[in-house]
């Protein structure tokens, strides 16, 4: 993985410093609350509803055993024993207290992390394929452009006060695991007739309010124009995105009131002037950030073992585990293992400190000492041997961390909604808890197979809602908590948006409901359609007509919402 | 009019007339005038004085003041609120391609924190909003010594010297 060197070590411990005495002048009274506000919000630091909230950033969900220990280490000495992991592949304490923050960015910097650019209007965290570098399907190892992205668009001077936030992702693989289309800017690496790698970027695309599917604007960018290109884009959004209306201040209302045609034309005609100048990138610069991802040192004899088959025919538990937790590799004998954090009666994404040290802990052991941080908030071995599986499952038993849920119904996206955040209509988390009491069969959960529950606890989507094979929207009638359903969305590589079921439903229903969306699904489904799949085929009106079965005519008049 | 230039707080003539109606009179002295007021008058105060400047905000595009930079001792940018950052593109388009040489001062609500990044865009003065400390926001260009990426200032991409 990426090691800094002295100038970004320098650069994260001068930010402390820096946040330090801001927060020194604050304590003192010699800032106001509101001339705080937006320093605080640069360092990841939110007010919320019952507490400050840090959001530290994991560059493309990366980490090293080290930098997950120190995590933990955060959560004990400085919060509750707890840390959330987000959808964007970042890190959340929901209870630190303002005078310690500065204490606990110093102890990040001391592992090569920061909490920089994690909220406000600037250039986020980019994301990336969790299985990214051991994936068969992978054209080429996307992490390096995110570290390259990363540091041209750290502290970016034109780019610090954009209209509203800005996400990038990229991904390298033909099954796009990073959501790169619902993103402000996401990046397939492709081939083109030559033969060559370069970029299909794709602009305008996001949740919230109002949610699209970016469109591309350039099939093709060779690697070296990557930045210049970014730049153009930046600041054609930063010159003309709106300002007047946050909720219309995305890039995707940009590209969508200009049309694509016109603002890919403005793009390239602002990128001509700068193609050619010191934003290209250097073919030494690409190679050198590649030599930082370089495979470790696999077993070359992995594949001869017979232990991982004998382990699979004895012991049902653990089949069921490597039935859904597992992930194929590039490399023969090995697998990526997914640890799930979606145990029932679990905030979904939350770790104890005892878990993220027990997980840094097996990453040394069976992993070459990597973890990566999924948008599905789980946790990625990526590259264990599979001898050692048996062996790892047992162990990840031990802490609550080998629920065989992987893509199944309670392996669900989950925001922090109303028990934490201060703009939830809803909560979220408790319908998590009714959903996973509802489905407790395992053997239910595995026949259902493959699908995608994402929950929001307002319109603001950070649960993904939208793109769910069933979305749950949190919303507020008389002061009481509803749900609007969504049937049918996807965030991968045939992205679209999910359709609305009907009117809201009351909160201690949605459970039920679920129940029979998928008992249309059993009955309707054929050979190895997932739900996704028999929703398609057959559409919404089946889900329809069992949710809201049609009332007979006289009712109708009385019928409310 | 008091502001920072060149890492420090200098005092100089020039003040900025934020509302002035196309019509109204040339008003005495140096004056950095809406641009609006400078397109209607142009020809009467190309005649009549010898300096001039002009402040825009985020809605006017630099590329309407290209062909008249060679008058403007000053190129004013206007921030209405900080969060407003529509002006860091216009300092670097004007220092980057257009290679105005003038000055280009930061107005409005300029603060300690966003100084560095105006810096890098090319804004070379600064008039600080009034209510904020001087001596005190000077710190700011001493925040940091590395930065990543190229901008109007003299940094090149940090790869290049590693
Ligand atoms: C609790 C504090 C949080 C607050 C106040 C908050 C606030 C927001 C707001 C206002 C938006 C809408 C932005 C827009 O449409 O312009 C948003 C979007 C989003 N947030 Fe959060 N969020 C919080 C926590 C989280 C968490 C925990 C996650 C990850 C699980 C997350 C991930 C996202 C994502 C993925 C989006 C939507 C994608 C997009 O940007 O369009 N947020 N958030
Ligand atoms: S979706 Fe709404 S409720 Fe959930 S975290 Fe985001 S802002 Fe808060």
Redesign the interface.
């Known amino acids: 993985m990426y090691k800094y ?1 002295n ?1 970004d070590q ?2 994260v411990d ?2 402390v ?2 946040f330090r005495d ?1 927060t020194e002048r604050f304590l003192a009274g010699k800032l106001s609350e509101e ?1 705080f506000r ?2 605080r919000l640069m360092n990841g630091l939110y007010v919320q509803r019952y507490a400050p909230m840090l959001r530290v950033a994991i560059p493309y969900g990366l980490l090293s055993s080290e930098q997950l220990r120190m995590l933990a280490h955060i959560a004990r000495k400085y919060d509750k024993n707890y840390a959330h992991f987000s959808t964007r592949q970042n890190v959340q304490y929901n209870w630190p207290a303002l005078e310690t923050v500065p204490d606990i960015l110093a102890d990040l910097a001391s592992v090569e992390m920061h909490a920089i650019q994690t909220s406000g ?1 600037d250039i986020r965290n980019t994301t990336s394929d969790q299985f990214a570098g051991i994936a068969q399907d992978e054209l080429e190892d996307p992490r390096p452009y995110c570290e390259i992205i990363r ?2 668009s ?10 509203r936030k800005f996400k990038i992702a990229v991904s390298g693989a033909t099954h796009d695991r990073a959501a790169v289309k619902v993103h402000d800017i996401g990046l397939y690496l492709v081939k083109n007739e030559a033969g060559e790698i370069g970029f299909n970027v794709i602009v305008g695309g996001g949740l919230g309010r109002t949610p699209f599917i970016g469109p591309s604007i350039r099939p093709f960018l060779q690697k070296q124009d990557l ?1 210049s290109y970014l730049e153009a884009v930046l ?1 054609v959004y ?2 003309y995105g709106r ?1 007047d209306n946050i909720y219309r201040a995305r890039i995707k209302i940009l590209v969508n009131d200009l049309g694509k045609e016109e603002f890919a034309r403005q793009v390239e005609e602002e990128w001509l ?2 193609k050619d100048g ?2 290209k990138l ?1 073919q030494k ?1 690409i190679d ?1 950030v590649k030599g930082f991802f370089t495979a470790p040192d696999y077993d070359s004899s992995a594949a001869d073992d017979n232990s991982f088959e004998a382990a699979q025919e004895s012991n049902k538990s653990f089949t069921n585990w490597a039935k859904r937790n597992l992930f194929p590799h590039k490399v023969a004998g090995y697998k990526a293992v997914v640890v799930s954090l979606k145990a029932p009666g679990i905030a979904p994404g939350d770790a104890t400190d005892e878990q993220m040290d027990h997980i840094a802990d097996l990453a040394d052991k069976y992993s070459f000492g990597e973890i990566v941080v999924t948008h599905d908030q789980n946790l990625v071995l990526p590259n264990v041997k599979q001898a050692d599986l048996f062996i790892l499952w047992e162990k990840l038993l031990e802490k609550n961390l080998a629920t065989a849920n992987i893509g199944l119904l309670t392996d669900m996206i989950c925001c922090p909604g109303l028990d934490f955040c201060a703009l939830a209509n809803a909560g979220s988390i408790p319908i998590a808890k009714q959903i996973n009491d509802k489905f407790n069969d395992i053997d239910y959960l595995h026949d259902i197979g493959d699908i995608k529950i994402k929950m929001s606890g307002c319109m603001n989507a950070c649960g993904h809602h939208h793109v769910g094979h069933i979305g749950i929207l949190g919303v507020r009638k008389k002061d009481e908590e509803f749900y609007q359903l969504t049937v049918g969305g996807s965030s991968e590589s045939d992205a679209c948006l999910g359709e609305r079921l009907g009117p809201s439903i009351a909160k201690e229903d949605v459970a039920d409901v679920i129940g029979k969306l998928l008992d249309v699904y059993v009955e309707q489904r054929q050979e190895e359609e997932r739900f996704l799949d028999t929703f398609r085929r057959v559409g919404i009106t089946p889900f329809k007509d069992r949710v809201y079965p049609k009332k007979p005519v006289k009712e109708k008049a009385h019928a409310s919402n | 009019m008091r502001v920072i230039k060149d890492n420090k707080i200098v005092n100089d003539d020039w003040s900025v007339a934020r509302e002035l109606d196309a019509d109204a009179p040339m008003p005495d002295g140096d004056i950095i005038l809406p641009f609006h007021y400078w397109q209607a008058n142009r020809d009467s105060l190309l005649d009549k004085k010898t300096k001039h400047a002009v402040w825009i905000n985020g809605d006017t595009d630099v590329e309407e003041l290209v062909s008249d930079l060679e008058h403007f001792s000053i190129v004013a940018l206007d921030f209405p609120a900080f969060k407003d950052g529509r002006c860091y593109s216009h300092a670097r388009l004007l220092h980057d391609r257009y290679a105005y040489k003038g000055d280009v001062r930061a107005i409005g609500d300029v603060l300690r924190d966003q100084l560095f990044f105006m810096y890098r865009c090319g804004i070379s003065s600064f008039q600080l909003r009034d209510d904020k400390d001087a001596e005190d926001a000077l710190k700011a260009f001493n925040d940091f010594t590395i930065r990543y990426q190229a901008a109007a200032d003299d940094a090149v991409p940090i790869y290049k010297l590693r």
């Open positions: 060197d100038y320098t650069i001068e930010r410093a820096q801001q001339e937006p320093l209007n540091q041209w750290t502290f970016h001077p034109e780019f610090s006060f954009l209209p930045l600041r930063n010159r300002r002037h700068i010191v934003m250097d610069e050198r």
